[in-house]
């Protein structure tokens, strides 16, 4: 339990950590945006299928692999759709601010980033579940490689938009947290009914690869998509290396 609380506490402060970078970097050219979030979006990529799908495979049945995975990816769809107003969380008049394009476009990015925390923190805390803490560690770190270029580019776009610096790390710091309380959800649920551990994997898994499509690959091939799959190949097999002299 130990063991997973600090996981829970690494991986939520590497949001943190981002954040902090991002204060002290705040004009990050787009090119190395693009290729951190790219070689970010390959680790994630490598952690989903090595670290949860493919062990969800190994109970035995592909058909709640399959049905774990379609699971995880619609609930974040649907999530997605639900993205709260933020206005007042980040301490701006919605009056004053009415018809901001700019300020709604980095709400909604620093909303949705929340959003897809809670399931990477589940998919933490259900790797740990399965008792392979090697997998799990490995999964863990894919994650908080991923937080910390998100934790960067959510300060500029904050600060350029009218929100003050406190309120700037408050946020990100609350979207850190978010992710903490996943992956202790994501344990206590596995280890309370082992029995939809298959589920539950597959589940996590395929909430990372609607994160990776959907979001981190879109986002990082606007205008340098040779140089952000190189990136994200890098990252996969960086991640491919590390499983095999782990395991």
């Known amino acids: ?32 945006s693009d290729l951190v979030l790219a070689f970010a979006a390959g680790v994630m ?7 949860l799908i493919l062990p969800s495979l190994d109970y035995g049945n592909v058909f709640i692999t399959v049905a774990g995975i379609f699971a995880g990816a619609v609930c974040l769809n649907l999530a997605d759709r639900l993205v709260p107003h933020l206005h007042h969380l980040a301490g701006v008049d919605s009056e004053e601010h009415h018809g901001n394009q ?11 980033i929340a959003i897809h925390n809670l399931p990477e923190g589940l998919a933490a ?52 947290l978010i992710e903490v309380l996943g ?15 298959p589920f539950a994997l597959a589940f996590a898994g395929g909430t990372m690869l609607y994160v ?19 990136a994200l190949l890098v990252g996969f097999c960086v991640m491919l290396i590390s499983d095999v002299l782990l395991g």
């Open 183 to 197: 992956t202790l959800l994501g344990y206590f649920a596995v280890s309370v009914a082992s029995a939809i551990l």
């Open 102 to 112: 700019r300020l709604d476009k980095v709400l909604l990015f620093v909303s949705a």
């Open 125 to 176: 805390g259900v790797s740990f579940g399965s008792e392979n803490v090697a997998e799990a560690m490995l999964i863990a770190g894919g994650i908080a490689l991923q937080n910390i270029p998100e934790g960067m580019v959510i300060i500029g776009p904050m600060l350029a938009a009218g929100i003050s610096p406190k309120r700037t790390f408050l946020c990100a710091l609350a979207t850190g």
């Open 212 to 230: 990776i499509s959907d979001e981190m690959i879109p986002e990082t091939h606007h205008d340098h998509e040779s140089s952000a799959t190189y």
């Open 45 to 51: 990529l490598a952690a989903a299928v090595l670290g």
């Open 1 to 32: 339990m130990q063991l997973v609380l600090l996981t829970a506490l690494g991986v939520g402060g590497a949001t943190v950590i981002g954040a902090i970078a991002g204060f002290l970097i705040k004009d990050i050219s787009h090119q190395f």
